[in-house]
């Protein structure tokens, strides 16, 4: 199994380079070096100017943004671990935990050696290049830009900042796999599918060179190109809603689908066995994200504000949401659904967070309660899946309902911010919803797809090689035994 591993591992790492070079090749920066005369009046011309002041960061953002750091990082290690683990059968519980750790520690070093480089780098519109592999060249006093001219943060911060995105979004699939998957297997398509699906799905989202050349309509076009292809088209995505959440939940439910149901789903009872673990994992989720939505301002300024007191406010309004319509339909509202309606409106409001204002956030986070209450109900047995915790009910649907919403209510009629133009250094005078809207559904529709198909490849090759799933024996035993040979719980 070893062998395979490494083979995959080398594979998958050898053609990501190979992708990434070509990019890289066709990119104007290396398209320079042909230029060598060019080069050196250019040379000439910049020895001959005044050197332009050096960019410090100020302290206030780099401490806010290292405490965010740490909070989106308790939103996995304990909050989702506590969360998931609470959702499983007792006998699953270790192994829920277990997958969360290791999980998150594997993206966390595979981020230091090339995700963040090819991420977070120029190269081309769907992939970065190679500056920044094995962290190479970054020093105390590299920064990164931020949405603001003449404003940075060190680069360090900001790339532990997106590393810990990282890992949370794999952390989140195998939700949906739950109680059946190898361990083994799990940790190879993780490495599969961030290399291949979280990597160029956040270049294309995030990656612009940043608003400090941006002098004129030509300084702004110029930049644009050389940002992300989402980007380029204009896709508000404030903190992840097709990066993390969607990306994450259609794996996910690809994931169900070709590991197959449980044994016993459908016939046997499989109930949360820790409704308090589910609420402290949820509440720990809910204080992580002010760190997750607020931080995404890179900054502590206004934006960070706005986004702080949007997750504060759809939070409250989606569990509402979720646990009024509970009521209404079943004739009780649940400590479970409460629980989940919290994490819905945490997904819905994740793309839209610095871009509406509180009471769009507040309409977004009503309907994602309700909408999400859908998804693990009506849309699951729709699908016909076995999504064991719900991940695309919850992570998928919020996510859609976030990101499309998110093109409505930014509009500043309705209390939005708009969308800001740089050359004027303002808002820019004209909103259109419908514009907005189509944009925002091509940012939906291309990470379903491209999240889908690298998910489907990475699964049916990891079963042909290793296989999936656990032996049906393992699986009736728990894989808290069987994997991993401990138990949460002493009899």
């Known amino acids: 199994m070893l062998t395979w591993m490494k083979k995959l591992l080398a594979g998958g790492a050898m053609a990501l380079a190979i992708g990434s070079t070509g990019v890289m090749v066709t990119s104007p920066a290396f398209a320079d070096e042909a230029k060598p005369a060019v080069a050196a009046a250019a040379a000439a011309a910049t020895a001959a100017a005044p050197a332009a002041p050096a960019l410090v960061p100020n302290k206030a953002d780099t401490a806010w943004m290292m405490v965010c750091t740490a909070l989106v990082l308790l939103m996995t290690l304990p909050g989702l671990a506590l969360f998931y ?40 519109p769907f992939v970065g290049g190679l500056d920044r592999l094995f962290l190479g060249g970054m020093t105390p006093d590299s920064v990164a830009a931020t949405f603001s001219k003449g404003v940075v943060i060190p680069e360090y911060v900001f790339m532990a900042f997106q590393a810990v995105f990282a890992t949370i979004t794999c952390c989140l699939i195998i939700g949906s796999f739950a109680e059946r998957a190898k361990f083994s297997a799990i940790l190879v398509f993780m490495i599969i599918w961030f290399t291949f699906s979280y990597v160029p799905i956040a270049h294309m989202v995030w990656f612009w060179p940043g608003p400090d050349d941006i002098k004129d309509a030509a300084s702004l076009e110029a930049i644009t190109a050389r940002a992300g292809w989402l980007w380029q088209k204009g896709v508000l995505d404030f903190a992840g809603g097709t990066v993390v959440h969607i990306n994450a939940a259609i794996a996910g439910l690809v994931g169900s689908y070709v590991i197959g149901k449980r044994v016993g789903y459908g016939k046997e009872a499989m109930k949360p066995h820790n409704l308090v673990y589910v609420m402290a994992g949820a509440a ?25 007191v949007n997750t504060y406010l759809a939070t409250a ?31 819905a409001i994740t793309p839209a967070a610095g871009f509406v204002g509180p009471m769009g956030a507040l309409i977004i986070g009503v309907l994602a309660g309700v909408l999400c209450l859908w998804g693990v109900t009506g849309l699951k047995r729709i699908l016909g899946s076995d999504d064991s915790l719900d991940v695309f009910g919850v992570h998928g649907v ?70 999936l799933r656990v032996k049906e024996e393992d699986e009736r035993e728990g894989l808290d035994i069987s994997s991993h040979g401990e138990t949460a719980y002493e009899s």
Not at 284 to 308: D, H, I, T
Not at 325 to 337: N, R, Y
Not at 436 to 457: D, E, N
């Open 284 to 308: 720990l989720l809910w204080f992580g994200w002010f760190g997750f939505n607020a931080g995404s301002a890179l900054e502590a300024n206004g934006s960070a504000a706005l986004a702080f």
């Open 85 to 124: 683990g609470g959702l499983t059968r007792s006998k699953n519980i270790l192994s829920i935990c277990m997958q969360c750790f290791m999980v998150f520690s594997l993206i966390t070093v595979l981020w230091a050696i090339y995700g963040y480089s090819f991420a977070f780098t120029e190269g081309g």
């Open 317 to 347: 309004a989606a569990v509402l949401g979720w646990s009024v319509a509970e009521w209404v339909l079943k004739g009780k509202p649940s400590m479970l659904g409460a629980a989940s309606g919290c994490v819905a409106g945490l997904v």
């Open 398 to 467: 919020g996510g859609i309902t976030g990101a499309l919403l998110t093109g409505v209510f930014a509009d500043p009629a309705l209390g939005g911010t708009g969308i800001w133009d740089y050359v004027a250094n303002a808002a820019a005078a004209d909103y259109s919803i419908a514009s907005q809207l189509w944009i925002q559904a091509q940012g939906v529709i291309t990470t379903l797809i491209w999240s889908g198909v690298v998910s489907f490849i990475a699964f049916k090759l990891i079963d042909m090689v290793i296989g």
